[in-house]
């Protein structure tokens, strides 16, 4: 499989110029995209699995750090992949701000593993993926800065569940 670490590179302090931002955007965005052509072109035995690693992009609660945007982009772009190149198993895996080797490990098994999630983030030792639930108005209150009541109980809202729990279900 191929393991796109490069967006880690980027330097996420507040104090950045323009042109160091553009720079980090070209990373997480048009160097992945050469990548995907270029992978495109090999006539594969076997599809590989791709991974577009990013570090603090997603925020699960209130713990989490602020996201960074320029890492963020390479979401933005994996999403694309997966829906211009289906027959690669790809997979967005977000890295909590904070390395260890408990995290490593993880990193390591989630990559070995056979079983294809397309985004997934790890933090504390949990694996959290993606999941469709139903809309509650609880669930809307505890999401909303303002409250509303919402008319259709037919909905669903996208959620970050522990892979643990979501697969259970």
Not at 28 to 39: D, H, S, V
Not at 63 to 80: C, S, Y
Not at 99 to 111: G, P, S
Request: charged share 20%; aromatic share 8%; proline share 5%.
């Amino acid at each position: 499989g191929v393991i796109y670490l490069r967006a880690l590179d980027a330097n996420t302090s507040d104090e950045q110029n323009a042109d160091q931002v553009f720079d980090h955007c070209c990373v997480a965005t048009i160097e992945p995209m050469y990548l995907a052509q270029a992978l495109d072109k090999v006539e594969w035995r076997k599809m590989p699995s791709i991974y577009f690693i990013t570090q603090s992009v997603q925020v699960l609660d209130d713990n989490d750090a602020i996201p960074h945007p320029t890492q963020g982009a390479l979401w933005g772009l994996g999403r694309v992949f997966a829906t211009e190149y289906p027959s690669f198993k790809s997979s967005l895996l977000d890295l909590p701000a904070s390395i260890n080797n408990e995290l490593i490990k993880q990193f390591a098994d989630q990559i070995l593993c056979d079983e294809h999630e397309p985004e997934i983030a790890i933090r504390a030792g949990n694996r959290f993926v993606n999941r469709l639930r139903p809309l509650t108005e609880t669930l809307l209150h505890q999401h909303a800065e303002q409250p509303f009541i919402c008319a259709d109980h037919d909905s669903a809202v996208l959620a970050w569940e522990a892979a643990v729990e979501a697969d259970n279900e």
